[in-house]
């Protein structure tokens, strides 16, 4: 039989850690929400899923939150096969990202830049003052940008982009193996839970039986 102070103590653990968990969905939703916003970065499909990501994180931690406090064995159970979904597979992206090369890196956002409308490479071009991705003055409007010049002796932006690139994918990495563990943890602690018995109901069993 669990202890009674290990009921209590998982609870308050998985409560603390929903909290988190909510917080941070209503931050992925305000910082996209803002970023569609800005005339920068409005038309860049990844906030979309950034704020998807938010609102399924946000539904996944209510559900976690009101299977804690009301001890529900089915929304904990789910709870905790979810969670350990989201391991799994962030884990598994962390991973990837963090093993993979510079080359590799320049390589992604080639694609990336050449599957890209003209708007969206103008909007970047301006925002990281460069034009043309490998070649300088082969992007979209350079004589607009104002780190040309009226020589229009353009900076590439895969040159500008290198460092960004990397540090990115070693941050998004980092963030996401270390996020991937408080999971696991929140899975586990829903496992545990779920087992313990509740010493309130127990007693109130107890003296009802007297």
């Known amino acids: 039989m669990w202890p009674q102070g290990s ?20 931050l992925l939703i305000g910082v ?22 938010g609102v399924f994180l ?13 001890h529900h064995q089915v929304m ?3 709870y905790m096969i979810i969670l350990f979904g989201i391991f799994l597979i962030q884990f598994s992206v962390a991973c990837a990202a963090l093993a993979v090369t510079e080359d590799q ?29 490998e070649i300088a003055n082969e992007g979209v409007r350079c004589s607009e ?27 998004a990495g980092g963030i996401g193996l270390f996020f991937s563990f408080t999971e696991l943890l929140g899975a586990y602690l829903a496992w545990q839970y779920r087992d313990q018995v509740n010493p309130n109901l127990q007693s109130s069993l107890y003296q009802g039986n007297m």
């Open 7 to 26: 009921f209590q103590c998982s609870r308050s653990s998985l409560i603390g850690l929903n909290v988190c968990y909510i917080l941070i969905s209503f």
């Open 32 to 53: 996209a929400t803002y970023g569609q916003n800005s005339a920068v970065i409005d038309s860049l499909p990844i906030l979309g899923g950034i704020v998807a990501s």
């Open 58 to 70: 946000l539904a996944v931690s209510i559900i976690g939150l009101i299977g804690t406090v009301r």
């Open 76 to 78: 904990l159970f789910f």
């Open 105 to 133: 890196e320049l390589e992604f956002a080639h694609k990336g830049w050449n599957a890209s409308s003209p708007e969206l490479k103008f909007e970047a071009e301006q925002f990281f003052q460069c034009c043309g991705f």
């Open 145 to 171: 940008i104002a780190a040309c010049g009226e020589s229009l002796t353009c900076p590439t932006c895969q040159g500008l982009l290198k460092g960004r690139i990397n540090k990115a994918f070693n941050s």
